[in-house]
């Protein structure tokens, strides 16, 4: 591991690379745990670049089928999953001390981008999902009277958040499944895992029409660049809380499409009487202690049916053994301080508190009682005498429900749906999306593309038969402008 | 409003401190033993009268004797301030009697009601009154205080109001310029070049006092206020906090644009569960008067820090007497421990860093469930 201070990324513009020394000039973003990132500026050139060569990317960008990414993605694969290979590894390294994320846990997160794109099934199968077919960008398909293709939507610009390894990894590969040029603005809190993916893409193929329209730099929010990023948009892709998006609603111009991801919670639900206790406890433990509960996916509050203190022993055990293997090393004064004041909080209020080294559990009789989560290994448990008492406490805000057993899902899915849950998933699942799934509770492919119809014309066939369309040219025409 | 408070005599010699001119020339070990003498009567108050909070003691295996110990007050239970924004959580002491109860603006994450009896209000009042003229060195019968803010009486029970209007009891050319939740800047310009020759106070929270002077110098009016007329802000940037500047580019601004001596634009700190205001010197350094113990804690465990490491702020406040004043603030910041100050002072200095970020801040997990259905 590298004792230096201070840590030199390079940015991708327009695919080509650059390192601090490329550039005239470069900035240094400053963490509380005493690292400096250096890093290229770059110029509204870049921006400039892309509305002057936009016509000719996207026709680079359309030409390809979906197996042609496909299998772009697969040799990214192939790369990314080398267990020698140098730019992952030094990602983790990086990572890890940048975000105070076990690098265990990075690595992780990591190896579920490389599993997902090794199979070209996969590509497949989730354009199928998002788009109905997997040849929806390929080629015209017939559709009752009309042929629809979908089209990229052309700049997609992704504003990131750190949180999550992945979500950053994800929002760029949904970019590129839909063939548009991306910019991708870097976030402060993991500038390290967009700038390894792009590095990959560099790698894999220079002159690759998804490497050659993929840029990933770092701005400040409120700059004159910022605003360049939006102009030069046609959809910007925003991750965050409530004040990242609200600035950058306030930034995004009209007509502008805006596809917004969070803020949102997640909970946990379990029959202690219908599933293996001792699972029950170790899957709790991962879910808690995966991304410090930071992610959105990351269950916050656990409703409980059954005999409760005798689960918490395993529970505290299990929450030992996640540390051990993830351990938090959060030197985040902000997150520390939360969880030390909701610790004062629930002992004031008499509520029921265990704690061990990196987590804290709070037994909670009345949910509505709970007003704010400090995140950071904090679970807020509340004993139900009935799973149907649970979806009384969901929100439109409620991202995930994971529950065990399984079945919980089948018998309540109806309720917590209409209460505003998007994700009914086995406990311990949330962060592995089976094939399908959905994400904050739309089709994101949707929102990057842009649907094109051929429709029929009027002696075409249609699909409930051609009464109408048997006519003569004259009375056809008659009929649409005349026809009293 | 009536004192219904009794009891209090193990108190009463905190107020004769309050109202001591004296008060920075104590030497720091006396100091402190007045501290623990007073602030171990109001913990006994407290853990006596008030049950929540006896409990609380209890749960975290305090005892009053603690206090005694080395170190003692180190230990005594803090209220997170979360816990003021909490309207089911009582914190009232019970034998407090009428209350009145006083609230912070709101704007960052809910709003916080603290219960506030008479004499928990003359104490407050009082300590303003001699910090007023020992630390910000306002004595003049003949001085204009100006708020940028409104009067009590518009402002109701909203407690950066109470800070102001403290200030303005003991000044009696009072005026205040923001009426409707609108500052009247013309009429503050108006005033203040009527004010040549004057010693004038304008004292209001950093925006108001900022687009004051923006607007003097976009204008170009000079002043020509005496130059040991003084500018002092409290309260902070709140929902403009976009337009907060770096203190140093402050105190230009607002030095140039009103023609005052640099060292004459100055800070007070308060916070509306705090029943004491720290003011600032000369120097620019916030005094902490003898009476109260300030200290920065480690952000895991709490424990307190060494002089001059910055932690979470948490404070013992013997003043108030209608909810205990033993808080742990939502600041970050540090305590220089029996400094002596170029102003002459000497005490325990504060620093305040900033506000603590909201957890949602750090990605897109919720954390304020204020739509939580149940």
Redesign the interface.
């Known amino acids: 591991m590298s004792g230096a201070a201070e840590i030199r990324l390079p940015v991708f513009a327009n695919g080509r690379r650059y390192a601090c020394e490329d550039l005239p000039e470069s900035q240094t973003l400053e963490y509380e745990c005493g690292l400096r990132v250096r890093i290229p500026c770059i110029g509204e050139d870049v921006f400039c670049e892309i509305t002057r060569r936009r016509e000719e990317l996207l026709e680079d960008l359309i030409r390809l089928t979906i197996d042609d990414v496909a299998e772009f993605f697969s040799d990214f694969a192939k790369l990314w999953m080398d267990p020698k290979y140098e730019v992952r590894l030094q990602a983790e390294e990086r990572a890890a001390r940048l975000t105070g994320y076990a690098r265990h846990m990075i690595a992780m997160d990591y190896s579920l981008l490389g599993e997902a794109l090794t199979h070209r099934g996969y590509t497949c199968d989730f354009v199928e999902s998002e788009l109905g077919n997997e040849r929806a960008m390929d080629e015209w398909a017939h559709l009752h009277s009309s042929y629809i293709r979908a089209y990229p939507a052309g700049v997609v610009l992704h504003n990131m958040?750190?949180?999550?390894p992945l979500?950053n990894s994800f929002s760029i590969i949904w970019g590129c499944l839909t063939r548009n040029i991306n910019i991708a603005k870097i976030p402060v809190?993991d500038p390290v895992t967009p700038l390894a993916l792009a590095e990959t893409f560099h790698r894999v193929d220079p002159g690759h029409p998804l490497t050659k329209s993929l840029t990933v730099a770092y701005w400040p929010h409120e700059s004159p660049l910022a605003d360049a990023a939006y102009r030069v948009a046609n959809v910007v892709c925003s991750?965050?809380?409530?004040?990242?998006l609200k600035r950058v609603k306030e930034k995004v111009p009209a007509g502008v499409q805006l596809v917004d991801?969070?803020?949102?919670?997640s909970l946990a639900v379990i029959d202690l009487d219908r599933c293996d206790p001792e699972m029950a406890a170790r899957r709790m433990a991962a879910d808690v202690s995966f991304y410090d509960?930071?992610?959105?996916l990351?269950p916050?509050r656990l409703f409980i049916k059954g005999p409760l203190d005798k689960w918490i022993e395993p529970l505290k055990r299990h929450l030992d053994t996640a540390s051990g293997c993830i351990p938090k090393e959060c030197w985040?004064?902000?997150?520390?301080?939360?969880?030390?004041?909701t610790k004062?909080?629930a002992?004031?209020?008499?509520w029921r508190v265990y704690s061990g080294k990196d987590w804290t559990l709070m037994v909670v009789s009345d949910?509505?009682?709970?007003?704010?989560?400090?995140?950071g290994r904090t679970l807020f448990i509340h004993p139900v005498e009935r799973i149907s008492d649970v979806a009384?406490?969901?929100?439109?805000?409620t991202q995930v429900v994971s529950c065990l057993p399984w079945e919980l899902g089948v018998e309540h899915r109806e309720e917590w749906a209409a209460?505003g849950a998007v994700r009914v998933v086995e406990l311990g699942m949330s962060r592995r999306p089976q094939p399908g799934a959905v994400h904050d509770g739309l089709r994101p492919l949707t929102r990057l593309v842009r649907w094109v119809s051929h429709e029929e014309g009027a002696h075409g066939s249609n699909k409930y038969g051609n009464d109408d369309r048997d006519y003569p040219q004259e009375f056809a025409d008659d009929m649409l402008f005349f026809r009293r | 409003m009536t004192c219904s408070f009794s009891g209090a005599e193990g108190l009463l010699p905190l107020d004769r401190l309050l109202a001591e001119e004296g008060m920075f020339q104590i030497p720091a070990a006396q100091a402190a033993e007045l501290r623990r003498q007073y602030i171990g009567a109001a913990l006994a108050w407290h853990l006596d009268g008030a049950p929540?909070y006896a409990?609380?003691a209890q749960?975290?295996g305090f005892e009053l004797k603690a206090v005694h110990e080395a170190g003692g007050l180190d230990r005594v239970p803090?209220?997170?301030a979360?816990?003021f924004?909490?309207p089911?959580?009582e914190t009232r002491h019970p034998h407090a009697g009428e209350v009145l109860w006083t609230t912070s603006s709101g704007t960052k994450?809910?709003l916080s009601r603290v219960p506030r009896n008479d004499l928990t209000l003359r104490r407050f009042f009082s300590s303003i009154a001699m910090q007023t003229k020992v630390v910000l060195d306002v004595e003049h019968a003949d001085a204009h205080l100006m708020v940028l803010g409104p009067t009590a009486a518009e402002a109701r029970d909203l407690w950066i109001a109470y800070v102001m209007a403290g200030l303005a009891v003991f000044l009696p050319l009072t005026r205040h310029y923001v009426r409707g939740e609108t500052l009247k800047i013309d009429e503050a310009i108006a005033d203040l070049q009527l004010l040549a020759g004057k010693h004038v106070g304008l004292i209001g929270p950093p925006p108001f006092i900022l687009e004051l002077a923006r607007t003097l110098a976009a204008r170009h009016i000079g002043l020509h206020l005496r130059p040991t007329s003084q500018v002092i802000t409290i309260g902070g940037w709140k929902k403009r906090s976009g337009e907060a500047v770096p203190r140093t580019e402050f105190d230009q601004t607002v030095s140039e644009a009103l023609g005052v001596r640099i060292e004459q634009v100055r800070d007070i700190f308060n916070m509306v569960e705090l029943n004491t205001v720290i003011m600032e010197c000369t120097a620019k350094r916030l005094h902490i008067p003898p009476w109260l113990y300030v200290r920065a804690r480690h952000?895991?465990?709490?424990h307190v820090l060494p002089s001059g490491e910055t932690g979470?702020l948490s404070f013992l406040d013997p003043t108030a007497v209608s909810y205990p004043g033993f808080l742990?603030a939502?600041d970050?910041g540090c305590v220089v421990e029996d400094c002596a100050c170029p102003c002459g002072r000497r005490s325990d200095i504060l620093k305040i860093e900033r506000r603590?970020?909201?957890?949602?801040?750090?990605?897109?997990?919720?954390?304020?469930?204020?739509?939580?259905?149940?």
């Open positions: 958040v750190g949180n999550m979500a809190r991750w965050g809380g409530t004040a990242a991801f969070g803020p949102k919670w509960q930071e992610a959105c990351s916050q985040n004064r902000d997150a520390l301080a939360h969880c030390a004041i004062l909080e002992m004031y209020r008499g949910p509505a009682a709970v007003k704010e989560h400090p995140l009384r406490y969901l929100t439109p805000q209460a | 929540a409990r609380y749960a975290l803090l209220l997170p979360v816990l924004k909490r089911e959580v994450g809910g952000y895991g465990d709490l979470i742990l939502d970050l603590l970020n909201t957890v949602e801040s750090r990605g897109c997990a919720l954390k304020l469930e204020s739509t939580l259905l149940g």
